[in-house]
């Protein structure tokens, strides 16, 4: 009795089985046949579901439940097979990105390589960059012409190689020993040349944005805080162009202009005004040495001479001993003559220096955070 009830069932189970194998329910199919004790039919409908599948992801879950599923090892085995050029579908679309994801490529390379499925072994390995392997499977595949195809490529890769390492070689031996310009030449012909290399034009636009420009930069000359300026007219105050503090100094409370054989200064309509031995200033006064300007009731700027040029020194307010430092020519800083060249600042040694450890003779275009040191001075370009 038992064995008709059983049979009974298994009848139901397989007829419900293929009513649902007939409308597509692959995974109520698949269970009821294992129910009714049709392990293969359940691992036909599980691998043809996976065949039929809309996307990899969903294939792979047929392909696991496969086997689980499966009555012997010929049936895993192909489970198995399938699975792996699955995986390596998979990362063709997207290359992996972590051990995890080279481990389980490796093994389904090395699964689909045992079972003689050698150009989708091959595929796995070009992924992976394994290109022995890959070599080794194309010619076991018979693939002659896949294997020089590859070959080829393979050159074509290296060559590019060693042509973008010649580039970043080329610009950091530029870039140490102080030609800056020729360093962003350098790299700059490989990106327009290779618009993908996203990582190589980061690296040129961050050293570009490092370079001196717009006439000024601020610097330690033997570590005393100096601002250079390159370019007139120049305002000064808390937010000017050169930033000096002081409870009555106004955002841009004066201005550094040229005058008749010499510069000048003149109040900029702030609100405290500017004084010359305490009288207000109601027009540009020419730089005296010696001469004291304050600006407000608690900052005072002093003119002197600095090394052969026109400057301005903080002597009393939260700045004092900040000097501001006029290049209008060309100046002999203590370390070599200073310019600048359409905005950026050029430093010509008056010998040998060493910038940032490197030993320099050549002109030196100024980037922010380099250092120069002399025989006895040190230049110090603050980022």
Same mark, same amino acid.
């Given at each position: 009795?038992? %064995?008709? #009830?059983?049979?009974?069932?298994?009848?139901?189970?397989?007829?419900?089985? +293929?009513?649902? @194998?007939? @409308?597509?329910?692959?995974?109520?199919?698949?269970? /009821?046949?294992?129910?009714?004790?049709?392990?293969?039919?359940?691992?036909?409908?599980?691998?043809?579901?996976?065949?039929?599948?809309?996307?990899?992801?969903?294939?792979?879950?047929?392909?696991?439940?496969?086997?689980?599923?499966?009555?012997?090892?010929?049936?895993?085995?192909?489970?198995?097979?399938?699975?792996?050029?699955?995986?390596?579908?998979?990362?063709?679309?997207?290359?992996?990105?972590?051990?995890?994801?080279?481990?389980? *490529?490796?093994?389904?390379?090395?699964?689909?390589?045992?079972?003689?499925?050698?150009? +989708?072994?091959?595929?796995?390995?070009?992924?992976?960059?394994?290109?022995?392997?890959?070599?080794?499977?194309?010619?076991?595949?018979?693939?002659?012409?896949?294997?020089?195809?590859?070959? &080829?490529?393979?050159?074509?890769?290296?060559?590019?190689?060693?042509?973008?390492?010649?580039?970043?070689?080329?610009? @950091?031996?530029?870039?140490? &020993?102080?030609?800056?310009?020729?360093?962003?030449?350098?790299?700059?012909? #490989?990106?327009? @040349?290779?618009?993908?290399?996203?990582?190589?034009?980061?690296?040129?636009? +961050?050293?570009?944005?490092?370079?001196? =420009?717009? #006439?000024?930069? =601020?610097?330690?000359?033997?570590?005393?805080?100096?601002?250079?300026?390159?370019?007139?007219? !120049?305002?000064?105050?808390?937010?000017?162009?050169?930033?000096?503090?002081?409870?009555?100094?106004?955002?841009?409370? !004066?201005?550094?202009?040229? %005058? *008749? %054989?010499?510069?000048?200064?003149?109040?900029?309509?702030?609100?405290?005004? &500017?004084? /010359?031995?305490?009288?207000?200033?109601?027009?540009?006064?020419?730089?005296?040495?010696?001469?004291?300007?304050? $600006?407000?009731?608690?900052?005072?700027?002093?003119?002197?001479?600095?090394?052969?040029?026109?400057?301005?020194?903080?002597?009393?307010?939260? =700045?004092?001993?900040?000097?501001?430092?006029?290049?209008?020519?060309? #100046?002999?800083?203590? /370390?070599?003559? $200073?310019?600048?060249?359409?905005?950026?600042?050029?430093?010509?040694?008056?010998?040998?220096?060493?910038?940032?450890?490197?030993?320099?003779?050549?002109?030196?275009?100024?980037?922010?955070?380099?250092?120069?040191?002399?025989?006895?001075?040190?230049?110090?370009? /603050?980022?």
């Amino acid at each position: 009795m038992s %064995g008709f #009830w059983s049979k009974l069932f298994r009848s139901r189970s397989e007829a419900e089985a +293929e009513r649902a @194998e007939v @409308e597509g329910r692959f995974d109520d199919a698949a269970r /009821l046949y294992v129910e009714a004790g049709q392990r293969d039919e359940a691992f036909r409908v599980l691998i043809q579901a996976a065949e039929g599948a809309e996307s990899l992801s969903r294939r792979r879950d047929y392909l696991a439940r496969a086997i689980t599923v499966a009555r012997t090892e010929a049936q895993r085995d192909t489970a198995r097979g399938t699975m792996a050029r699955v995986i390596v579908a998979e990362y063709e679309a997207r290359p992996p990105t972590s051990d995890d994801d080279r481990t389980r *490529l490796f093994e389904a390379a090395s699964d689909l390589e045992k079972t003689g499925q050698f150009r +989708e072994a091959a595929t796995a390995f070009k992924v992976l960059g394994e290109r022995e392997s890959m070599e080794r499977c194309l010619v076991s595949a018979g693939d002659i012409e896949g294997f020089e195809r590859e070959a &080829t490529e393979a050159q074509s890769q290296d060559r590019q190689r060693l042509r973008r390492r010649g580039a970043l070689d080329a610009f @950091e031996e530029c870039w140490v &020993t102080g030609d800056r310009e020729g360093a962003i030449a350098a790299i700059d012909a #490989w990106v327009r @040349e290779h618009t993908e290399d996203h990582e190589a034009r980061a690296l040129v636009d +961050e050293r570009r944005s490092t370079l001196v =420009d717009r #006439w000024r930069f =601020d610097a330690k000359f033997d570590g005393a805080l100096v601002s250079i300026i390159g370019s007139l007219p !120049c305002t000064l105050g808390r937010e000017a162009d050169v930033i000096i503090r002081g409870a009555g100094v106004s955002r841009e409370h !004066c201005v550094v202009e040229r %005058g *008749l %054989g010499s510069l000048q200064l003149r109040d900029n309509g702030s609100r405290n005004g &500017t004084t /010359l031995r305490g009288l207000a200033m109601t027009g540009a006064v020419a730089f005296e040495e010696g001469a004291q300007f304050a $600006l407000g009731p608690d900052l005072v700027l002093e003119a002197q001479t600095f090394q052969g040029a026109p400057s301005l020194v903080v002597v009393r307010g939260m =700045d004092r001993g900040k000097r501001v430092v006029f290049v209008l020519d060309r #100046w002999k800083s203590p /370390l070599g003559t $200073l310019e600048f060249r359409a905005g950026r600042a050029v430093l010509t040694p008056d010998g040998a220096v060493k910038l940032t450890g490197q030993r320099v003779v050549a002109p030196i275009v100024l980037a922010r955070g380099d250092r120069i040191d002399g025989a006895a001075n040190t230049i110090e370009v /603050l980022r």
